[in-house]
């Protein structure tokens, strides 16, 4: 049998169930519960089982390592990206952070908005294969120093 179509009272019944709800909503509104890790922490995962001599500098917040990891994420195509091509990525961001790619003479794709939407192998001073695996990275006229 269907519920019936009566209105609901506040008497508890035993009988058929209501369209009323058995608790009352808090007052205030709550955002989303937080998964337990977050993006943040699977990519860290992936990096570190992939890359272990990274794992201390995955969690400094002010190092290339993590800049790149925090770039990477938010990066609009993130969720379309095989976990090979977020390495890659991540790789690449690493080095522009690590290099001090803000002051690079040309620094077309790497990490600006543009290199967010577009393959990395279309960044400057990529090459890559034609399945877009990186094969070399050429910055010798670009000014690059760092650490």
């Known amino acids: 049998a269907f519920p019936s179509t009566e209105m609901p009272t506040d008497k508890p019944s035993t009988e058929m169930p209501t369209n009323k709800p058995s608790f009352h909503p808090s007052e205030t509104p709550t955002g989303p519960t937080p998964s337990p890790t977050g993006e943040l922490d699977s990519l860290r995962a992936v990096l570190v089982e992939r890359s272990p001599i990274s794992s201390d500098n995955l969690i400094l917040e002010d190092s290339a390592q993590y800049l790149a990891m925090e770039w990477l994420v938010g ?3 993130y969720d379309s ?3 090979d091509r977020k390495i890659q990525r991540w790789a690449l961001a690493t080095i522009y952070y690590s290099l001090y790619g803000n002051d690079w003479a040309l620094s077309d ?3 600006n908005h543009e290199g967010n939407l577009e393959h990395e192998c279309t960044w400057h001073g990529v090459s890559c294969t034609g399945s877009g695996t990186v094969v ?3 910055l010798k006229t670009n000014s690059v120093y760092g650490h």
């Open 75 to 77: 990066n609009t195509l």
């Open 81 to 83: 990206y095989t976990h």
């Open 109 to 111: 794709g790497w990490t």
């Open 136 to 138: 070399s990275i050429d």
